[in-house]
C-alpha cells in the first residue's frame, strides 16, 4: 500500500500516522521524492481501511499495490533512481557504458582492454573473475587474483569496476569493486541476493535465462527487502524452447 502526502502535511501527524501503522506491524518505508512524500507499507494491508486512511486532512489518497513486488516497484519510486557507482552515475537521464574482457586472463590484457575502453568513452570497467561455464572443462576464472588485477586497472586508469559474484563465499574479496554483478544463471540464487542485499554496494542484477518481467523483478525485490536499494536491471534477452 503507498500512501501519498500532500505537500503541507505536518510532520508531528505523519509521525503519529506512522507509529499507528508501526503498532500494528506494518514495515514503514518513507520516500522523499522531488513531487511527491509517500509512506510504503510493507505487510498485509488487507484489514486496513484506505478510506479511513484517505479521510485524513494530510493525506492526498491511498494506492494499494497488486503486484508481489513492493520495494522494487515504480509506485515505491516516483522519481528516477539514481545510483551512483563510484562516482559514475546511472539512471535519471545519466547515461554509462561498461565495458571490458569477458574474463581476466593477463595482467597485460586487462590492462590494455581497460586502456582502449576508456580511450573509446567507457565510463566503468567490467571484467569476470568468477566465470560460470557451461561446461566443467572451460575456464572458471582466475578468482581473486582476477579481482586484483581488475583493481590495478582502476588505479590505473580511474575507471570503477564491476565483476561477477556467483556465491557467498566469494564476497569476501568484493571489498575493492564498485559493483557487483548477479550473473544471469544466479538471478534466482536467493540466498546470494540477500546476502548481497545487506551490502552497501550497487548491484548489476542480469535477467535469467528464461525469467519472466515479474520474476526478475522479484529478485530485485530480494536485494531491496534486505536494505539494498541500489539495483541496475540488466535485460540480456531471454531463451526459449527453439532450437534453431
Request: with cysteine.
Amino acid at each position: 500500500m503507498i500512501i501519498t502526502l500532500k505537500q503541507n502535511a505536518a510532520a508531528e501527524e505523519v509521525s503519529r500516522l506512522r507509529g499507528e501503522l508501526e503498532a500494528q506491524g506494518f514495515v514503514i518505508h518513507p520516500v522523499e521524492g522531488t513531487r511527491y512524500n509517500i509512506l510504503g507499507l510493507i505487510g498485509d494491508t488487507a484489514s486496513l481501511d484506505a478510506r479511513q486512511i484517505e479521510s485524513l486532512d494530510f493525506v492526498d489518497k491511498v494506492t494499494r499495490i497488486q503486484e508481489p513486488y513492493k520495494k522494487a516497484n515504480r509506485k515505491f519510486h516516483p522519481d528516477d533512481s539514481i545510483i551512483n557507482v563510484g562516482g559514475v552515475l546511472i539512471g535519471g537521464g545519466h547515461f554509462a557504458v561498461m565495458a571490458g574482457p569477458c574474463s581476466v586472463e593477463t595482467p597485460e590484457q586487462v590492462l590494455a582492454t581497460a586502456k582502449a575502453c576508456k580511450e573509446a568513452g567507457a565510463t566503468i570497467l567490467r571484467g569476470g573473475a568468477f566465470k560460470p561455464r557451461t561446461s566443467p572443462y572451460s575456464f572458471q576464472g582466475m578468482g581473486p587474483e582476477g579481482l586484483e588485477l581488475l583493481e590495478l586497472a582502476k588505479k590505473e586508469t580511474g575507471l570503477p569496476i564491476v565483476s561477477e559474484v556467483m556465491d557467498i563465499s566469494q564476497l569476501q574479496y568484493f571489498d575493492n569493486v564498485d559493483m557487483l554483478q548477479i550473473g544471469a544463471r544466479n538471478m534466482q540464487n536467493f540466498t546470494l541476493l540477500k546476502e548481497v542485499g545487506k551490502l552497501n554496494k550497487p548491484v548489476l542484477l542480469k535477467r535469467g535465462l528464461s525469467a519472466t518481467y515479474e520474476e526478475w523483478l522479484m529478485a530485485a525485490e530480494y536485494i531491496m527487502s534486505e536494505g539494498n536499494e541500489q539495483v541496475v536491471l540488466c535485460e540480456r534477452g531471454i531463451r526459449t524452447f527453439e532450437t534453431k
